[in-house]
């Protein structure tokens, strides 16, 4: 969605929860539900689960005023990116598809990279990765506190867990402790200011 706007969000709104984690030793939630905002209003809705024996889909699709679209279905490749005449994607409704096969977009930025390096020419996606990045941490963040959070908070967050990492060892205190029993914090919203501590 970011890609479709060339913006990033300015906010994201987010809830989730453990349900079925047991024993496993993580620090994240089953489900994830996200509402990032736009600069304009345009709200993107991201919904994701890690549950064993559930309906499995990895894909972005959209609806507008106009009708519905396929950006990406099956993990991105191939995308199979679909634009339909109404809400109802149906292949009785389709107005435009892309031509078939489609290249695999993973190969294609390596073929963007060492075409670059080759050529001499520049290349660098660093801050646009970082960026998603964040966009990403954002919506975790706002599920894990249960608080919103802009982009621009994002930016400066003071829960820099990665302060540690300029002089860090393989013998360096890890960021986040387990307890006595071996189990690390998890998240709380609502009760901390960060993911897992005030």
């Known amino acids: 969605m970011c890609w479709m ?9 987010a809830t989730g929860g453990r349900h079925f984690k047991g024993k496993i030793n993580d620090q994240n939630f089953d489900s994830y539900a996200v509402e990032y905002t736009f600069e304009d209003g345009t709200k993107f809705f991201f919904s994701g689960r890690a549950m064993k024996d559930c309906e499995r889909k990895f894909g972005g699709f959209g609806q507008g005023t106009k009708g519905a679209f396929t950006i990406s279905a099956r993990g991105h490749k191939p995308s199979r990116a679909t634009i339909y005449k109404g809400q109802k994607m149906e292949d009785s409704q389709i107005l435009w598809t892309a031509a078939q096969p489609e290249p695999n977009p993973y190969k294609e930025e390596w073929r963007h990279l060492v075409s670059a390096i080759l050529l001499d020419a520049p290349y660098n996606e660093a801050v646009r ?24 908070e994002m930016l400066v967050m003071p ?3 990665t302060a540690s990492v300029v002089g860090m060892t393989e013998n360096s205190v890890a960021p986040v402790l387990a307890d006595g029993n071996g189990v690390y914090p998890v998240p709380m919203p609502g009760k901390y200011r960060y993911e897992y501590r005030d």
Do not use: C, E
Not at 5 to 13: D, E, H, L, Q
Not at 129 to 152: C, E, N, P, W
């Open 5 to 13: 706007k060339n913006a990033w969000p300015v906010s994201a709104v």
């Open 129 to 152: 990765g970082a960026q998603a990045s964040l966009v990403t941490a954002m919506g975790r963040f706002a599920a894990h506190t249960g608080k919103s959070i802009t982009y621009d």
């Open 159 to 161: 829960d820099d867990m």
